[in-house]
């Protein structure tokens, strides 16, 4: 048989039938995209679980799940071919890992958003030129060198980490809501998927909509878990992760059984017209790319002048403006001490939603000081969430979430 130039390199002798054998990822079939997206979402709600739930804080859970992937991607570099249940359980890990990098550089560093959002875009898109000049391709089905398995997953990193601080900015800081972000990233889908049926080049395509997937499953992951108060379904985080953790343990499984990801029928026919087609490839990029820096620096525009317009001019600071949640904490710490921590946890999720609801307004005024008043909030609300709390670290947490909100309030 012929070798497959569009897949190797000019001194690779590697047989067609060998490279398949060798690959180290899935076909793309619709079961790649559903696990992907449970993937995504699993990731959101178990973080939220282990930080929150278990109260081990965004630092110790950091840790844990960094250590955790980074076991796991030793043994998914150590196989010698495609493994279902190592390959997912490491885009599991990496998406954890890749949202809580974000995580970090917003709530515990006090990075912004717009700046984590273009630092993992130029990161991102780095990579993906590195790759190419070296590989001289971009599609998923030529990893099977150490090399390009290194790209791959170093891509898909930066894609859950861009895709993280695009989702929470849009969502959260210029206050769309996950719900409304998360319809308007499956209308994009949509785009694309169209785009793609009439003449959009299949690699392309299949790189913005892996990036688009993280935060569609970030969105639905917040809207199952998420209390009624916060606009979801109230299941929390701990059923929503067993429901979507057995779901992708049963779609691997199918997968193992059926082989239906080892298909490779497509290698070659994607491989060869991204090489007939270079030019046109990168006139489509770079007509994407003008697309998205248009839509999403034009939104995010016309997003903050609307939020100015709303905030009053008079308001200079968050002087007078954070009454409403000084009182839900001294609420909170009433039924702290008289040990009724259920009252506490719905207490909690009132705070959570009307300081979500309000974020977009009070961080325009003062990023710095509603960045400060975020995490004493967030430890607050760990504490007082915990699986069994403790009523003094939740008197702590209390007692210095309010001292740090009277002193903004002044």
């Given at each position: 048989?012929k ?8 001194t ?12 180290k ?9 559903i696990?992907?997206?449970l ?6 709600t ?16 950091t840790?844990?799940m960094?250590a ?22 490491t ?8 949202t809580?990098v974000?995580d ?27 790759w ?9 089905h ?13 891509t898909?990193l930066?894609?859950f ?18 719900l ?20 959009l080049?299949g690699v ?13 499953g970030?969105s639905?992951g ?8 916060n ?24 997968l193992?059984?059926?082989k239906i ?26 007509v ?7 839509a ?6 016309w997003?903050?002048?609307?939020i ?27 039924d ?13 999720d ?10 977009a ?16 909030i ?5 504490a ?10 939740s ?16």
């Amino acid at each position: 048989m012929k070798k497959d130039l569009s897949v190797c390199n000019q001194t690779e002798t590697v047989h067609p039938s060998r490279l398949q054998m060798l690959s180290k990822v899935p076909e793309v079939t619709i079961f790649f995209w559903i696990i992907k997206v449970l993937c995504t979402t699993v990731g959101e709600t178990f973080a939220d679980f282990l930080n929150f739930n278990l109260g081990f804080g965004l630092t110790n859970t950091t840790i844990i799940m960094g250590a955790a992937f980074f076991i796991v991607l030793f043994f998914q570099f150590k196989a010698s071919k495609y493994v279902p249940g190592i390959y997912w359980v490491t885009v599991v890990l990496i998406s954890v890992f890749g949202t809580l990098v974000t995580d970090n550089l917003t709530d515990g560093m006090g990075v912004p958003l717009e700046l984590s959002t273009a630092v993992f875009s130029v990161l991102l898109g780095l990579t993906f030129l590195f790759w190419y000049l070296s590989e001289k391709t971009l599609s998923i089905h030529s990893i099977f060198t150490i090399k390009r398995e290194v790209f791959y997953w170093l891509t898909i990193l930066f894609t859950f980490a861009l895709g993280t601080a695009v989702g929470d900015l849009y969502s959260e800081q210029l206050g769309f809501g996950y719900l409304k972000t998360g319809i308007t990233v499956i209308i994009i889908i949509a785009c694309i998927y169209l785009a793609w049926k009439v003449k959009l080049d299949g690699v392309l395509a299949f790189w913005i909509a892996y990036i688009l997937t993280r935060p569609l499953g970030a969105s639905i992951g917040d809207y199952l878990s998420q209390s009624n108060v916060n606009g979801g379904l109230g299941l929390g985080t701990t059923i929503t992760s067993v429901i979507f953790l057995a779901a992708i343990l049963a779609i691997i499984v199918f997968l193992a059984v059926s082989k239906i990801d080892l298909n490779n029928k497509s290698q070659r026919t994607e491989t060869n017209q991204a090489n007939r087609n270079k030019n046109n490839v990168f006139a489509q990029t770079m007509v994407v790319l003008c697309i998205f820096l248009v839509a999403g620096i034009g939104g995010y525009i016309w997003r903050s002048q609307t939020i100015a317009s709303q905030t009053n001019s008079s308001h200079a600071t968050l002087s007078g403006q954070l009454g409403a949640f000084i009182k839900i904490e001294n609420n909170l710490l009433t039924d702290v001490n008289s040990n009724n921590f259920s009252s506490a946890k719905k207490g909690a999720d009132d705070l959570e939603h009307q300081w979500d609801t309000s974020e977009a307004k009070l961080r325009k005024i003062d990023g710095t000081t509603w960045t400060s008043i975020d995490g004493t909030i967030d430890i607050v609300l760990s504490a007082v969430r915990a699986s069994s709390p403790d009523a003094i670290k939740s008197k702590t947490a209390l007692h210095h979430s309010l001292s740090v909100l009277n002193e903004a309030n002044k």
